[in-house]
Every structure is written in C-alpha cells, then in structure tokens.
C-alpha cells in the first residue's frame, strides 16, 4: 500500500538550512504529483512545494521560492526538501503527500484538499 515517511525535521537557528526527507513507498515516485505541506500552530495548513507526475514540473509557493529546493530522487524512491536560509516564519510542521487520483497529473499550490496519501509530519523550528 502507498504510505509515505518524513524526517529530518529539527531546530535551526535563522539562516540555517535543513533537508527533509520523505520515504515513499507502494508507488512509483515519478508517475504522480507529491508535495510537501507544512502548518503551523494556529494556522491553516499550506502548501510548500510539489512536482508533477511524469512531467517533473515543479511548484513553489511565493513565500519559500529561491530558498527552498524540491527533489526527487526516483531511484530511491525518496522525495527531499531542501531548504535554505530558513526563517523564524518557517517554523511549522512539514508533511509530504501524493495525489493517487491518475499518473501524469500536475501540481499546483493549494492546501493540499486533493492529496490522499500523508505521512505523518516532521516538526521544524526555527528561532531567530
């Protein structure tokens, strides 16, 4: 079955940088979208960043373009976030996720309401 694993979350001082990784697993990576997804205390979840199925195209959402990177990693089967530069308003909970619906389809921004498949979080924190 499609399950998904997060790590690498932790403390970071502001400016710092951190990679996450997500284990994925009962699907092939490079067939459909996945994305990460983080919430903070208080607020709505959002979404990050994402990639395409088979096209590979990828998305960033405004407030973390330049600084973070979204990697795919199809022979591991592995999808990374590196983030670089980190600030205080970074500090959230991050999740990956896939959207099964069918191969091939894209990514866009959003909360994520269309992604059926999410692992379980890694927390991020970084203090200024």
């Known amino acids: 079955q499609v399950q998904l694993a997060e790590s690498g979350g932790g403390l970071v001082q502001a400016g710092g940088s951190l990679r996450l990784s997500c284990a994925t697993s009962?699907?092939?990576?490079?067939?459909?979208?996945v994305g990460w997804f983080r919430q903070a205390p208080g607020k709505e979840r959002e979404g990050v960043s994402c990639?395409?199925?088979?096209?590979?195209?990828?998305y960033y959402s405004k407030s973390v373009k330049g600084r973070f990177t979204i990697i795919r990693d199809n022979t591991k089967n592995i999808l990374y976030l590196q983030m670089n530069d980190l600030k205080p308003e970074d500090t959230a909970v991050y999740y990956c996720?896939?959207?099964?619906?069918?191969?091939?389809?894209?990514?866009?921004?959003?909360?994520?309401?269309?992604?059926?498949?999410w692992g379980q979080g890694t927390q991020v924190t970084v203090s200024s």
């Open positions: 009962g699907f092939r990576l490079n067939y459909y979208p």
């Open positions: 990639v395409s199925g088979t096209e590979g195209i990828t």
């Open positions: 996720a896939t959207d099964q619906e069918y191969p091939s389809k894209g990514c866009a921004g959003g909360a994520g309401t269309e992604y059926d498949y």
